[in-house]
C-alpha cells in the first residue's frame, strides 16, 4: 500500500553544498525530518553539479520518511552563465546587461525540457528567451524555428 503524504517542501540548494543551516533546517525541521540525512543523500546524489543552484521537491510522509526529486537548474541561472553576467539588470526594459545567441538558449531549452511544460523545442526556446528577455539579456538574431 502506498505510504500516506503528509506534504511537499520546495527547496533550492547548491549542488553538493546542503547543510543543516537556513534555509534548509527550518523548513525541514518544521515537517520533522531529519535534516542530516537529508543532507547525506543530497550531497552523494549532486557531487557532479558541484556548487549549481538545483531546485528539490521534497516528499513528507506521516512516517515522517522522504522522497526527494532534483530538477535542473533555473533557467535564469543557466541564463546567467551563457552570457557571462553576475546579475540580471534593473531596469530589464531599458537597459541590457548581456546577450546569448540561439544556439546556446536551444541548448538551455534541451536541458530544461523535462521541467517545462511544453511539447517542442521550439516552444521551450520561446519561454527560455522570455526568461532572458525579462532579465535584460537580449537573444541575437532571428528565431530558428518555424513562425
Known amino acids: 500500500m502506498?505510504?500516506?503524504?503528509?506534504?511537499?517542501v520546495k527547496l533550492q540548494v547548491k549542488g553538493g553544498?546542503?547543510?543543516?543551516?537556513?534555509p534548509i533546517g527550518p523548513a525541514l525541521?518544521?515537517?520533522?525530518?531529519n535534516i542530516m540525512?537529508?543532507?547525506?543523500?543530497?550531497?552523494?546524489?549532486?557531487q557532479d553539479k558541484m556548487g549549481k543552484v538545483l531546485p528539490v521537491l521534497l516528499t513528507v510522509y506521516v512516517d515522517k520518511s522522504f522522497d526527494f526529486v532534483i530538477k535542473t537548474p533555473p533557467a535564469s541561472v543557466q541564463l546567467m552563465e551563457a552570457a557571462?553576467?553576475?546579475?540580471?539588470s534593473k531596469e530589464p526594459n531599458r537597459t541590457k546587461v548581456g546577450s546569448v545567441s540561439w544556439k546556446q538558449v536551444e541548448v538551455i531549452a534541451k536541458d530544461k525540457m523535462s521541467d517545462l511544460n511544453c511539447?517542442?523545442?521550439e516552444s521551450?526556446?520561446?519561454?527560455?528567451?522570455?526568461t532572458a528577455r525579462s532579465m535584460g539579456i537580449g537573444v541575437d538574431g532571428e528565431f530558428p524555428g518555424k513562425n
Not at 17 to 22: L, M, Y
Not at 29 to 33: H, I, L, P, R, Y
Not at 84 to 88: D, N
Not at 124 to 130: D, E, P, Y
Request: proline share 5%; aromatic share 10%; with cysteine.
Open 17 to 22: 553544498q546542503a547543510n543543516p543551516a537556513p
Open 84 to 88: 557571462k553576467v553576475k546579475t540580471g
Open 2 to 8: 502506498a505510504k500516506e503524504i503528509a506534504g511537499f
Open 37 to 46: 540525512d537529508f543532507c547525506k543523500q543530497f550531497n552523494a546524489r549532486t
Open 124 to 130: 521551450a526556446m520561446r519561454m527560455v528567451a522570455g
Open 119 to 121: 511539447f517542442t523545442v
Open 29 to 33: 525541521g518544521s515537517k520533522g525530518v
